[in-house]
């Protein structure tokens, strides 16, 4: 028995978070920001590995944000900090920036930001102004939350505003058809500047969430419906665990998954896994499984976790938005959704790691109606469906198996639909 209370990483408020992302810019900008743009992090309940297969996904926006406190400039130069970094000011100009591999190749984490202009630049909005700017994020680095995601789409918003593109919206009113536009620019941030072969799952949630609702969200065509999410009212909770196995979309195991399914696709004669039907799919592995290369094994294995991962999506939205409440039967169905995904991404898709699959375990043992890895996996986060009154004994039973198994001590959040990416309160622009 470990005596520990589970440690649970709590999301900045608003007013905390605009006041740091502030104080920083004061501190090392001595000027003021022109406001205070934020974007979530995100956990997604099903739909795992479908985004870049034109599939379905169902994530939420997160409380966890991160905060960027920017300010306009005149010229073309980006000077960007973060309280990591606060020593070393990341200096760069739109002029000379340019994809990871290049020679205008920028730091890491000042990619996620300063790419968002790049991006926006190739997509017609010529000459940009620079800007400085100061995040702080209360999204878990490297925690499968969609850290990058974040900072991403927090330069995006306000971006949009200081440069008056006129594509987000307000977080209350959000264009979606601006944002849809938005997060393509995020994405190709993410493929080009970071180099990280991602679909637009993340991004989509960032920007494109409402409050107490999932994203479903079919990545075919990018429309989305708001499905009603509001598990406190059910006396539910979605308990967020992060495994603190450090995981990384750019380390070549997720570009290569990616490409096993372009693989299969090209085989099957389709232009995306999503369009195999699953009354279709057991022809389609007989087909994969007939092929004489040495990865058929490998093909069937993706294609099957794809295929039926996108039937399970639509199984629990439809459950999801029958009306009934969210309790016995149906509730344990849902559960043995979110299971079967788990299943499928450890033995089909081969992207969990044992600190994931202890998690899920150990959550599912201490009564968890369901459980599952989140995000792109090999470490990163899991959810767990909980009753509301017990995620503290689920997190410490979780915590206790991941002492027995002598694993680094997870760390948990308490995962409740929230808004998407928009501007904090504060002071308006005093310039321009
Ligand atoms: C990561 C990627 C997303 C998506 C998920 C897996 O989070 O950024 O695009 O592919 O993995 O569902």
Not at 15 to 43: C, S
Not at 163 to 170: I, K, P, R, S, V
Not at 412 to 418: E, I, N, S, W, Y
Request: with cysteine; charged share 25%; hydrophobic share 40%.
């Amino acid at each position: 028995m470990t005596n520990d209370a589970p440690v649970f990483a709590p999301a900045l408020s608003p007013q905390e978070g605009t006041e740091a992302a502030t104080a920083l810019f004061r501190e090392v900008f001595e000027a003021e920001p022109d406001g205070v743009w934020y974007a979530p992090g995100r956990v997604n309940i099903i739909g795992e590995h479908t985004d870049y297969n034109g599939g379905l996904a169902l994530p939420i926006a997160l409380p966890h944000r991160a905060h960027l406190a920017l300010r306009r400039r005149e010229d073309r130069v980006v000077r960007l900090v973060s309280p990591q970094t606060r020593e070393k000011v990341d200096v760069m100009d739109l002029d000379t920036i340019g994809p990871k591999g290049t020679p205008g190749e920028v730091a890491h984490w000042a990619s996620y930001i300063a790419g968002v202009a790049w991006s926006l630049e190739r997509d017609g909005f010529e000459n940009l102004p620079g800007f400085d700017a100061a995040l702080v994020s209360c999204v878990p680095l490297g925690g499968g939350l969609s850290s990058s995601a974040a900072l991403e789409c927090s330069a995006a918003v306000a971006i949009d505003e200081v440069a008056h593109l006129g594509l987000a919206g307000t977080a209350q009113e959000p264009d979606d058809a601006g944002r849809a536009r938005l997060v393509t620019n995020c994405v190709r941030t993410e493929n080009e500047m970071a180099g990280a072969p991602t679909g637009g799952m993340d991004q989509s949630a960032s920007l494109r969430c409402r409050e107490g609702h999932a994203l479903e969200l079919d990545c075919r065509d990018g429309s989305v419906t708001h499905v009603p999410f509001d598990l406190a009212a059910e006396g539910l909770a979605l308990l967020v665990i992060d495994t603190k196995a450090k995981h990384s979309l750019d380390d070549g195991q997720y570009g290569a998954r990616r490409a096993a399914c372009e693989r299969a696709a090209e085989i099957l004669g389709v232009e995306l896994l999503a369009d195999i039907a699953i009354e279709d799919l057991p022809g389609a592995l007989e087909r994969l499984a007939a092929t004489d290369g040495d990865d058929a094994d490998e093909l069937v294995k993706r294609t099957r976790h794809v295929v039926t991962e996108i039937d399970r999506t639509r199984r629990l939205v439809a459950l999801l938005q029958d009306g009934q409440p969210l309790r016995g039967e149906k509730l344990s169905e849902a559960g043995r959704l979110m299971d079967a995904s788990h299943e499928s991404l450890r033995v089909d898709y081969e992207c969990t790691c044992p600190e994931l699959d202890v998690a899920v375990e150990a959550a599912r043992a201490a009564g968890a109606h369901g459980a599952r890895m989140t995000g792109g996996g090999f470490g990163g986060s899991a959810i767990a469906l909980v009753d509301a009154d017990a995620v503290h004994d689920v997190a410490r039973a979780v915590a206790e198996a991941y002492q027995r198994e002598g694993f680094n001590p997870p760390a948990f959040l308490d995962a409740v639909p929230a808004a998407p990416a928009g501007r904090l309160a504060c002071a308006a622009p005093t310039h321009r």
